[in-house]
């Protein structure tokens, strides 16, 4: 029983990183209909300026934090700005492409920024743990969890009842529509763009923290993103959130189970849980647990 | 208060579509603009609007302005703020949103007066009651209103109205034109593009008649509506009245004198 819990609540942790990472996707693609590969680059990115700030530097860890989300949205805004508003009315598939070789670009620089070595990310935690009703959580993982929630609140809040969130809607559900009453279009793609990048910054802060750490290799971390975005449905916010949790909790459970159940599939299994959640949840809906069915009258 | 003078649109840099039109609203009245489908009446209002871009048109030759101001070239969220504001055709309502944040989308530019949201439903009291709904699943007749609502919530001095009577039921087309009316003796100009000529020259005080992106009539509304060529081609009115046999119909169509 403690297993269980220990997994269901590490995988909690890790699923509410998933939704921040798959929430950078999906407010791209629904401002743009752009499915951005340049949030891996964008996340290290953001994570590279976290650990320079708290450990180079030295300043307080969650100061750290805010200063890479922002540059992390400066970022995101600026390669809207420079070479995705030039695509606006072209083919999305172009754009998917540039966004492609933007991530190669942007991941060579952090790449030579962060040289060969693992980066811990001066972070408070280390090692730590709590102890609650018997579970052990590492400290860093309640963190993790608890900034998630809060940014993606945050988020929420924003959406819902905001000026330029609501604009962001219009804007998404129709461009030009929402030009004739005025919302310039371009600055809410800015504003998705930005948006994207400093969520991307943050999870990328929070997925080398703890007992983790800062690589070369940290990247790929935010493809795990994208089985959670097609399981959710793409265009849906809550989709993200939910599919972040299902397969963080779902990644854990194997993890903690299958070296003893199943030995026979090897090491390291639980990497292909995603995927496995993602085919299965698209068999039974092709659109993925909330892709949005189109309001229409009959 | 609006004049476009000899403007020219082309789109996709090979299809001219306005030949030098021209064309005045005065302030504070309803001037209709009329003529066939693929004359160019929805492009001068793309033109207006700045939303040419969009559909990859360009402005090639002439100019718009506005209270003296030339705004041809301009952003659309820059017209907007100026005071014009657009009603398009087909209503394009953010259907996903409810009635009230269509109407707070519409005010986005911040220029509209604070009792704007207050004259929007005191001009349509079935969005007041329906402030909650998905506009998505309002009928047609709420939705144009819906439409027209969330133009007027940036208080625009120059209202631009596109077919607003299509696919509505007469007796919705009398409702939408008596609102008209009324929001325009709160002191909007309205420019009205129509199909529907007598419905649209039964209020407005002015008519232009575009042809293949050229006014070929350009008259009061009285005249217009005596205008011979107007009432058979438009208004569907036959020297012998109603109860005309067929064994009269010409078997030739007389040819529209303003194209010789």
Do not use: C
């Not at chain 1, 924003?158 to 609501?166: H, I, P």
């Amino acid at each position: 029983m403690t297993t269980f819990l220990q997994a269901v609540v590490s995988g909690l942790a890790l699923g509410t990183i998933y939704a921040l990472l798959a929430l950078g996707f999906v407010i791209i693609y629904r401002a743009t209909d752009v499915v951005s590969f340049a949030q891996p680059a964008l996340m290290v990115f953001g994570a590279y300026w976290a650990m320079y700030f708290a450990t180079v530097i030295g300043w307080n860890f969650w100061v750290a934090v805010v200063i890479a989300a922002v540059l992390g949205a400066v970022m995101g805004a600026v390669i809207e700005r420079l070479f995705l508003r030039p695509l606006v009315g072209r083919p999305v598939f172009s754009a998917v492409m540039v966004t492609i070789g933007l991530d190669i670009v942007l991941r060579v620089i952090v790449d030579d920024l962060l040289g060969i070595n693992q980066r811990t990310m001066g972070d408070p935690f280390g090692l730590q743990t709590v102890n609650i009703g018997g579970i052990t959580i590492p400290q860093s993982d309640l963190a993790a969890m608890l900034g998630a929630i809060l940014v993606i609140s945050a988020l929420l809040v924003f959406y819902r009842t905001t000026k330029y969130g609501l604009a962001m809607r219009a804007a998404a559900f129709d461009q030009e529509a929402a030009m004739a009453q005025g919302i310039p279009v371009g600055r809410m793609f800015g504003l998705a763009w930005a948006l994207a990048g400093s969520m991307a910054a943050i999870a990328g802060t929070f997925i080398s923290m703890g007992n983790s750490s800062l690589s070369r290799s940290t990247w790929v971390f935010a493809l795990r993103a994208l089985p959670v975005i097609v399981l959710g449905g793409l265009d849906s916010i809550r989709g993200a959130i939910v599919g972040g949790l299902i397969i963080g909790v779902a990644e854990r459970l194997v993890a903690a189970y299958q070296p003893g159940a199943a030995p026979w599939l090897g090491a390291g299994f639980e990497l292909v849980v995603p995927y496995i959640v993602m085919l299965v949840v698209l068999l039974v809906k092709p659109y993925g647990l909330y892709g949005t069915a189109e309001v229409q009258r009959v | 208060m609006l004049d476009v003078r000899n403007l020219e649109v082309v789109y996709e840099d090979v299809i001219l579509v306005l030949k030098g039109m021209s064309m005045h609203v005065p302030d504070g009245e309803i001037v209709a603009l009329l003529g066939p489908n693929g004359a160019g009446k929805t492009t001068v209002l793309r033109a207006l609007t700045g939303l040419l871009d969009v559909h990859r048109g360009e402005i090639t030759r002439g100019e718009i302005s506005f209270d003296g101001e030339v705004i041809s070239g301009r952003q659309a969220h820059e017209i907007v703020a100026g005071g014009i504001s657009q009603v398009m055709e087909g209503r394009r309502v953010f259907a996903e949103l409810t009635v009230e944040e269509n109407l707070r989308a519409g005010a986005y530019t911040g220029g509209g007066r604070a009792d704007a949201s207050d004259r929007v439903f005191d001009l349509f009291p079935v969005l007041a009651e329906r402030r909650r709904a998905t506009a998505g699943y309002l009928s047609g007749g709420e939705q144009q209103m819906l439409a027209i609502g969330r133009a007027l919530m940036a208080s625009p001095r120059l209202l631009l109205l596109d077919e607003p009577s299509l696919g509505l039921a007469p007796q919705l087309v009398e409702q939408i034109r008596e609102l008209i009316v009324e929001i325009n003796e709160q002191g909007t100009a309205v420019l009205l593009v129509e199909q529907n000529a007598t419905m649209a020259l039964s209020i407005a005080s002015h008519g232009y008649v575009l042809e293949t992106g050229k006014v070929v009539l350009d008259k009061s509304a009285e005249e217009l509506l005596a205008d011979q060529d107007m009432q058979e081609f438009y208004l569907g009115v036959h020297a012998g009245g109603a109860g005309h046999s067929f064994r009269d119909v010409k078997h030739y169509r007389r040819r529209k004198r303003w194209l010789s």
